[in-house]
């Protein structure tokens, strides 16, 4: 299988989520690779923080690691193996191939006008590449480093979403903006290593499971 954090936009929080991600679900799977196609390699980088600390590393690797039909076609569909990829905050070809073979695809953003503007743009893309391919590709819209005072923004966002929803999906999970997401990235930990009781290993906890229910159906 393969899940995407996708967005035409950086900044969302993409490679947070996915780290996070990927290593709350790895025990569930013999076969699970980090794809970093992230210009700013923050998944490369954290595997290099925890290396030097001596700590469990998953496998990650990048474009030019691989030859990429061949790597990504390995995963597709087969659920006995997983695939994160964290996408480019960017337009590409790379990212539009990735997109496209994507099984599952996550959308991070946040709460504001900004973020509806490129949620826009990134519909276009999905409207594009399923013109393209003939079918309708869908996307999970994650709300993520949500301040929960920014209500009536909230409000607007989810009727954005909803009323999209050709081609986006609201998913249930909310990460809220917590402070142990940006402490525990610098030092090589993930929230539920940095603080087993804080409420941003509890989010990610629940978002693994709604996206563990979306590999499985």
């Given at each position: 299988?393969?899940?995407?954090?996708?967005?035409?936009?950086?900044?969302?929080?993409?490679?947070?989520?996915?780290?996070?991600?990927?290593?709350?679900?790895?025990?569930?799977?013999?076969?699970l690779v980090l794809l970093d196609l992230d210009s700013q390699n923050?998944?490369?980088?954290?595997?290099?923080?925890?290396?030097?600390?001596?700590?469990?590393?998953?496998?990650?690797?990048?474009?030019?690691?691989?030859?990429?039909?061949?790597?990504?076609?390995?995963?597709?569909?087969?659920?006995?193996?997983?695939?994160?990829?964290?996408?480019?905050?960017?337009?590409?070809?790379?990212?539009?191939?990735?997109?496209?073979?994507?099984?599952?695809?996550?959308?991070?953003?946040?709460?504001?006008?900004?973020?509806?503007?490129?949620?826009?743009?990134?519909?276009?893309?999905?409207?594009?590449?399923?013109?393209?391919?003939?079918?309708?590709?869908?996307?999970?819209?994650?709300?993520?480093?949500?301040?929960?005072?920014?209500?009536?923004?909230?409000?607007?966002?989810?009727?954005?979403?909803?009323?999209?929803?050709?081609?986006?999906?609201?998913?249930?999970?909310?990460?809220?903006?917590?402070?142990?997401?940006?402490?525990?990235?610098?030092?090589?930990?993930?929230?539920?290593?940095?603080?087993?009781?804080?409420?941003?290993?509890?989010?990610?906890?629940?978002?693994?499971?709604?996206?563990?229910?979306?590999?499985?159906?």
């Amino acid at each position: 299988m393969i899940v995407l954090f996708g967005h035409q936009k950086g900044g969302v929080g993409k490679s947070t989520v996915a780290i996070n991600f990927a290593y709350q679900i790895q025990k569930k799977y013999k076969d699970l690779v980090l794809l970093d196609l992230d210009s700013q390699n923050s998944a490369i980088l954290f595997n290099q923080l925890r290396s030097s600390q001596n700590l469990e590393i998953i496998k990650c690797v990048r474009e030019e690691d691989i030859e990429f039909d061949t790597f990504i076609n390995k995963y597709s569909k087969n659920d006995k193996n997983l695939l994160i990829i964290d996408s480019g905050g960017y337009d590409s070809n790379i990212n539009r191939a990735a997109l496209v073979k994507a099984d599952i695809i996550i959308t991070p953003v946040g709460i504001s006008q900004i973020e509806i503007f490129g949620l826009q743009k990134f519909r276009k893309i999905l409207k594009e590449a399923s013109k393209a391919l003939g079918v309708t590709i869908k996307t999970n819209v994650l709300l993520n480093n949500v301040d929960s005072r920014s209500k009536n923004k909230l409000k607007d966002l989810k009727e954005y979403i909803k009323d999209k929803n050709a081609h986006f999906n609201l998913l249930e999970s909310v990460i809220h903006t917590r402070a142990d997401f940006k402490n525990s990235y610098g030092d090589g930990l993930t929230v539920k290593e940095y603080n087993k009781k804080g409420i941003a290993q509890e989010e990610i906890k629940e978002l693994t499971k709604e996206i563990y229910k979306l590999i499985n159906n």
